[in-house]
């Protein structure tokens, strides 16, 4: 089992680190636009009030002539209207406002202008993609996590949708040793950018330089900026990589956890120590015990479990009215997903097409797996009126049942099963049989439907219905398409007999007649 944790868990990794390149990949392109575009802002300046390749700084404060007042309001005008659909730090809309209805600004203050309104633009766009990358990084990482582990188990339940309020919160909160947040770092650095730019074309005038100079100095800054734009983005991607998995370890139980660092000759040596610790998820501190533990870090964490350990077991014996069900292992993240997260029914969504199957005696062992999870956790209690139901006790419950004329000793054992089945629940299509009188559906039609009132009885396995109904006067076979998410508990060889593949149906179904032939009768559960 170790092996599949450490294989699932690098391939989460890889695919979060594909996302942080992709996100990074356009943030280069946003930042490679805008150093064009201040190229291009600087060399028009030149071009237009230089001499030689000069421009001293008498001519460079000179007010803007009506001409040139004009084309820059023009593009003012543009700026603002470009902030309103990006995001634009307000406190540069407010500038651009001010500026446009100002009627005296000089040549450098122009330039200065258009130079920042393309970084503005460039950092507002990392803020969005990094915002985009984080929310994206958590809410994937959280689900793929839990499927993985369900996976591992076969076993699954419901599990906590992610809150998005409570997520912007966690987003929000700084995390780091300089008490920032992502957002804030991006707006320092804009900051930092735009005030060496700035100083640089200052600078280069007072010296009387060439623009090629200013020019060099920009690709060299730029350079730079997307250099750290490049760590921050797989920074806190790890960050809330590892947040997510922490929160999904939760989520299941999963009470420690374990450190992979991949070792090669760029593993750092704080990894290389951690490399295989383990630690109580409770006690998990970010960037002390568990990654990132420096920019770039691409360690990652495991779950961490004892050889006994059964991962749905806290589930059936808690008191959070969780059910458990059977992850088969040809179960991809994304059918997984549509049904146990999004649910089968959401709206604006039609429902797969139903694939009823007969469960062959081959596949009995996964079912007697989770019965034998399921029996481990009920309370001594539970088991007892099990025994008591699958020995004769089930014709002296379901006539109580049928009759309304429950004794108290009959309804703790009625409550009993009904806590038990509420704790399972069929995760695939499938057909049961049940071999019974008759008498109960001498009055049905087809298109009726039929509420049991009645624990129901059946079997995985037809024969073994029919040597039931065989022993009845007058029987009937009923063939019952029971769909995924109906309660249920699969009893095996727990019972009292244990060897009838018995599932055991709640009596709080209904049933729909779909079609009726000599002796049998076809029924579908409705959902």
């Not at 803007?64 to 406190?91: F, H, P, S």
């Not at 590892?242 to 989520?251: G, L, N, P």
Request: aromatic share 12%.
């Amino acid at each position: 089992m170790n092996n599949y944790w450490k294989d699932r868990f690098l391939s989460l990794e890889k695919a979060s680190h594909k996302i942080g390149v992709e996100t990074y990949k356009e943030i280069e392109i946003a930042f490679d636009r805008a150093q064009r575009e201040i190229e291009k802002e600087i060399e028009s300046w030149y071009g237009r009030f230089a001499k030689n390749n000069n421009i001293d700084m008498v001519e460079a404060k000179r007010i803007l002539n009506t001409k040139e007042l004009k084309e820059l309001k023009w593009d003012v005008n543009e700026y603002i209207a470009k902030g309103r659909e990006n995001a634009i730090n307000q406190k540069w809309m407010k500038e651009l406002e001010n500026a446009s209805a100002r009627f005296h600004i000089n040549r450098l203050e122009a330039l200065k202008l258009r130079m920042q309104q393309s970084a503005e633009l460039a950092f507002g766009n990392q803020l969005d993609l990094v915002d985009g990358l984080v929310h994206k990084v958590f809410t994937e990482n959280y689900y793929r996590s839990i499927f993985e582990i369900q996976k591992g188990f076969n076993v699954g339940f419901k599990v906590s949708e992610i809150d998005d309020n409570l997520l912007n919160k966690i987003i929000s909160k700084p995390w780091a040793k300089d008490g920032k947040t992502f957002s804030e770092r991006i707006w320092g650095s804009k900051d930092k950018l735009i005030n060496e730019l700035h100083a640089d074309l200052t600078q280069n005038v007072l010296l009387g330089k060439p623009p090629k100079d200013l020019i060099n100095n920009l690709v060299k800054k730029f350079n730079t900026t997307k250099a750290n734009a490049s760590r921050l983005v797989m920074t806190e991607l790890a960050f809330f990589h590892t947040v997510s998995q922490r929160d999904a370890f939760k989520e299941l139980g999963s009470e420690q956890y374990t450190i992979l660092a991949v070792l090669d000759n760029k593993t750092s040596l704080v990894c290389q120590d951690f490399d295989g610790k383990v630690f109580d998820t409770k006690d998990m501190s970010i960037g002390i015990n568990a990654p990132p533990f420096h920019p770039n870090c691409r360690s990652v964490i495991l779950p961490y479990y004892d050889d006994d350990y059964e991962i749905g077991e806290r589930i059936v014996s808690g008191d959070d009215g969780k059910s458990v069900y059977y992850v088969p292992e040809d179960m991809n993240y994304k059918e997984w997903h549509a049904k146990y997260v999004d649910g089968v029914s959401v709206k604006g969504v039609k429902p797969p097409e139903k694939n009823y199957k007969t469960i062959s005696i081959s596949d009995l062992t996964r079912f007697q797996d989770l019965s034998n999870l399921c029996f481990k956790a009920f309370m001594e209690s539970e088991k007892d009126t099990l025994r008591f139901y699958t020995d004769d006790g089930y014709s002296v419950i379901n006539a109580s049942l049928q009759s309304g004329d429950i004794s108290d000793d009959i309804w703790d054992k009625v409550k009993n099963i009904d806590d038990s089945i509420e704790r399972f629940e069929l995760s695939e299509d499938i057909i049961v049989y049940r071999g019974t009188k008759m008498d109960y559906y001498k009055d049905v039609k087809v298109g009726d439907i039929i509420d049991a009132k009645v624990f129901y009885s059946t079997s995985f396995l037809e024969y073994i219905a029919q040597d039931f109904a065989d022993q009845l006067n007058n029987p009937v076979m009923l063939e019952i398409k029971v769909p995924s998410g109906t309660k249920s508990l699969y009893i095996g060889y727990n019972s009292s007999v244990g060897d009838e593949a018995e599932l055991l149906l709640s009596r709080h179904l209904k049933y729909r007649v779909l079609k009726m032939e000599l002796g049998r009768l076809f029924l579908e559960v409705e959902e």
